[in-house]
């Protein structure tokens, strides 16, 4: 009988920014606990470091060179299998909340006909899976789509905006009430301007568990819950925004060496102003604290999520992945974001826990082998389906 899958993402969550993998002050002890049931896996990697390109190889089990993905702008083929048109023939319903950044090509569905209230056009937006809660978690203003889940939450909380995603969930108030921007590095004290029951991470969470109360009898599904933090704005509701301080952040990685006669596209994103920025020691002891916080949220929020699946008596039977799309720099080598190819860009957590007795004896266990993120689809697909791969996937099974 397939099991359950839900597949947990953070967007630009550093691997070593978790207490299983070494932090020493950041403690997720929820996320820990999935290593304790799993396996651990020391030397993960995803095929690009940014969101778009990363995701389609996630989903279609395929590298960039294949799936033609090579910027968050582009597009993907209307004929590219993912995740959830695999895992269909075995029953299953797959469906996303959250981030997907991937989408198919508009004017070749519209070229061939393709009929615009299908399900194959709703989910071409959403990376295959079903937009069950749809939210990019980028929506500076005039990019907010209509009937979005998030903004009418707000809305009817009493945060009456617009665009409450900017106004509030994203921006902070000093102490005289001026409205600050966290898109603003220097902001990232503040709290954000909403509860923290009213955060992007919470509603997620809580949609997560209204995907989760609706299903019912054998039906088989794939839950991907994708979170957009703790990638920028780099703001945090409270408690989570000084949860942290300064004493706190682990000791930068990078060396004067790197500064002399750069390579030119080193050295051209070691002159971008977040790269800048987060060269300079008193903006990491500032901004590195609030991500922190954000990376923590998270952790207690999958563990309310744990604790619902045990209540309803699931979380033993459903095969659990965590990781991420892609790092953070945070400073080390001299830059911010991600992009280049060092450890803390291009290395992922991944934990992933087997729900089967045969998986016993790998229990608590670490792998230090390089697997990637193309692995993931076969290892769903191969464990819980009967279907075969095609040619298609490049990907090896990383069970």
Known sequence: MPRNILFIMCDQLRWDYLSCY???????????????????????????PICGPSRASFYTGRYQSSHGVMANEDPMRVDELTIADYLRPSGYRSAL????????????????????????????SSGGFEPFELHEG????????????????????GYASGNPWQEYANSGEDKDG????????????????????????????NRAIDFLEQQEGDKPWCLHLSYIKPHWPLIAPAPYHDLYSSEDVQAVVRSDQELQNPHPV?????????????????????????????????DDQLGRLFEYMKQIDIFEK???????DHGEYLGDHWLGEKDLFHEASVKIPLIIVNPNATADETRGSVCS?????????PTFVLSNSPVAISATSVSRDAR
Not at 24 to 41: M, Q, Y
Not at 99 to 124: C, G, Q, W, Y
Not at 195 to 201: D, G, I, L, V
Not at 369 to 377: I, P, R, S, W
């Open 318 to 324: 459903t095969m659990i992945v965590f990781t991420s």
């Open 138 to 157: 980028l929506y500076p203003d005039g990019s907010l789509p209509e009937d979005h889940g998030y903004t009418a939450f707000l809305n009817r909380k």
């Open 97 to 124: 909340v959250g981030k997907a950044h991937n989408r198919k090509i508009a004017a070749a569905m519209e070229a061939l006909s393709v009929n615009p209230e299908s399900d194959f056009t709703r989910h071409a």
């Open 178 to 205: 001026n409205i600050r921007s966290g898109w603003r590095l220097r902001n990232s004290v503040y709290p954000s301007r909403v509860a923290e029951a009213h955060s992007e991470t919470t509603f997620l969470t």
């Open 369 to 377: 082998e390089m697997v990637e993120a193309v692995d993931l689809l």
């Open 22 to 48: 070494g932090h020493l002050k950041l403690n997720t002890p929820n996320i820990d606990s999935l290593a304790a049931r799993g396996v651990r896996f020391d030397n993960a990697y995803c095929q690009a």
């Open 266 to 298: 080193y050295r051209a994103f070691m002159e971008q102003e977040y790269s800048e920025s987060f060269a300079r020691e008193d903006v990491r002891e500032r901004v590195i604290p609030v991500y922190m916080g954000l990376v923590r949220q998270i």
